[in-house]
Structure formats: C-alpha cells, structure tokens
C-alpha cells in the first residue's frame, strides 16, 4: 500500500513538474519566444529580473513547490534505480534513508532561500 | 539370481551462474523495441537532472550574498563547457517531460488499445501507441531545435 501511494505521488509530481518546471524553463530558456508572444521583462537571469521574482510572493509559492515536486520526484525515481542494482534488504533501507534525507536537507536549505531572499528583496 | 541395480549417481551441482544482466541489459538483452531505448534514455536524463538540481539550489542560493556575488557567479556559468552543459539539461528535461508524458498516459491504460485475443497478427500495445511516440519525438526535437537557437543568439 505503501509503495504504491509513493509511486501515485511520483505521477502527481511528474504532471505538477510539467507545468511548474514547463514555465520555468521557458522563463529562462526561451526569453525570445516569451517576447514574441508579448512578454516584457528584463533578462531573466539579471539581478533586478531575480528580485522582482523574490518580491512577488506567488513565485515564492510557486518555487517552494517547484523544487518539493523536482526533489521528491527525481529521487524517487533514482531510488528504484538504484534499488536494481542493490536489491537485498539493508541496501533498500540505506536507499531509502539516504533518499530522504538528502532530500529533505536539499528542500530546507532551498526554502530558507526563498524565504530570506523574499525578506531582503530590494535591500541588497 | 539377483540384479544389482546400480545406485543413482548424484546429479553434479551446476555453476551457480548469475542470469541479472546488470547495467548491461540498459544496452542490449534481446529484441528491444524502440521504446525500450527511450526508456533507458528517460532513466539517464532522469538521474542527470536529479544530480544537477542539488547543485542548481546552491547557484541560485548564491543572490543572497547580493549583486556583485550573483554576478560573479553568472560570468562563470557563462564557460562554453557549463553553457553546453546548461543546454544538456534543458534538453534531458524536454526528452524526460515529452516521454514521460507517453509513459504517463500507458501507465493510465490510454493509448495503447484494449486487450485482445492471442489471435495473428497480435496486437501490441506499443504498436497502438507508436503514431503518439512519434508524434512526440517531432515536438522534442521542435523544442530542441528552438532551445539551440536560443542558447546560440545568447
């Protein structure tokens, strides 16, 4: 029961990565399509273009749940992987625990991030 | 008279041979279809951006040190060797999302046709899907190609 509410949380993220990491890589890799179509804006990756995004807190969210789905879902998917190559019990524990934790530390440490740049924003 | 009945030799224990195929089967174990080798390449784009992510956080984390870090930090991503790298990246999310969009829809039982009887010729699910496959390939090369134009007019 277990695994398979993982796996249907692994589809979730997968459908939510599209969209969410859809968007930002076009903000980021397709600035000149982004134009055409009537976007304005500065270079996306200049500071100015990055604080505005830190000042508005809908893309604060919008990050904060961008980078819960990529982790949760690219680990997940890592851990099978590397569940094939070592399949007895203690390496699938070892995984797992490793997985998580890797994954919760990565997550914490990017929403401090969003969290005090959000708070700075425009004071740096 | 009595027949001696000779006793059964023991059957010899056979080599214990390990039929797991390893990493090698990622390559070659068989008739492997098309789709087989998009999945293989949907797990090496899928681990190459899982290790990429980690190290993404800590860049972007880098404009909380202020502009002149941020800067900085932007000329050195500007090497030929990390902006193709860069390119690399969006391009292993363009495959992964495009195929996982068709492995998705499988999963779900959409697009690969009802179960038939085992009569000739047999029906394969990735026979029914394959028009979708292609289908989505076009649009990850399209994406590809409008991703390298724009990394080149950077």
Redo the contacts between chains.
Sequence with gaps: MRESRLWSLHLISACALIVLLGLHMMIMHYESVLRWLGATGGPALAFASVVARDRDAVMRALYALLLGFALYHGLYGARGILREVWSSPRAARLIDGASAVFGVAVFIYGVVVIVWAGRHAGTM | MTIQIPAATPHPTPPRISRRL??RGWVYAGRYPAERYLYILH?IS??G??LY??IH??V??R??A??EV??QT?AVLKHPVLVVGEFLV?AA??FH?FN??RL?LA?LGYTIGRPGHPVYPYPVALHRQRPLTVVLMMLVAVFLA??AW??M?R
Excluded: K, N, Q, Y
């Design positions: 390893g990493l797990r899928g681990l951006l899982i992510l980690p956080v800590w972007t984390g404009r909380v202020g502009p941020w800067d932007m969006l999310f363009i999302a996982g969009i998705v999963h409008v991703g724009e990394f007019i």
